[in-house]
């Protein structure tokens, strides 16, 4: 899960100057959990990303960026699994636990 998380902050949250981490990793672990309610609702896995914009998402439209790898993932675990474990809250965690480190990845990205 961890490297979910990588790969989705660096893909989807590029670090504004007006956010906190807090409110980044919020967006994140959003983001997690409408894919995650997706794959709940039964939603075909090539039409989550329209089907959670539709739904007019309350986070920045860069955090978007993140449903397709975000959904990849979740959609090879077992719906079972999935209805005793909130992926969004986990997320959100490993992004606040893991912050210093996806910024530095970050950056060292956009040198490159």
């Known amino acids: 899960m961890i490297r979910i998380a990588f790969a989705a902050a ?4 590029p670090a504004y100057a007006s956010e906190t981490k807090e409110q980044s990793c919020k967006y994140q672990g959003q983001v997690m959990a409408a894919v995650q309610q997706a794959r709940l609702d039964r939603v075909k896995q090539e039409e989550v990303e329209q089907v959670i914009l539709d ?3 309350e986070w920045p439209d860069a955090y978007s960026n993140a449903i397709p790898q975000l959904a990849s993932h979740v959609y090879t675990l077992k719906r079972r699994d999935l209805k005793t474990t909130d992926l ?5 965690e490993q992004c606040l ?11 060292q990205l956009k040198s490159n």
């Open 10 to 13: 660096l893909l989807a949250a």
């Open 55 to 57: 739904s007019e998402p």
């Open 88 to 92: 969004g809250a986990l997320f959100e």
């Open 97 to 107: 636990q893991n912050w210093d480190q996806i910024q530095a990845m970050q950056k």
